[in-house]
């Protein structure tokens, strides 16, 4: 079965042209979204391969996902609403 990736282009399609210019000019940004990324294929390999992990290190995982993904979103609207 072919999991999705959860990219921040995936999850946020109206917002591309924001994280585009959020990547090339936030420098704070850039580092979460690397973050996010990081974690993000972490959790598809592990799912994907159906490795043996911890489940208690795969929910810490989508947690910290999910919390980077909160922060980045909070950056998008933040820099939207100021343009």
């Known amino acids: 079965m ?47 391969k159906n490795a043996p992990v911890d489940d208690n290190y795969l929910e810490l995982l989508k947690k910290r996902r999910l919390h980077l993904k909160d922060q980045l979103f909070t950056i998008i609207q933040k820099t939207e609403l100021a343009l």
């Open 2 to 48: 072919q999991l999705a990736k959860h990219t921040l282009l995936n999850e946020f399609p109206d917002h591309h042209h924001t994280i585009r210019h959020l990547k090339i000019h936030d420098s704070h940004f850039t580092k979460l979204f690397n973050s996010y990324h990081e974690v993000d294929s972490e959790v598809h390999h592990i799912e994907e």
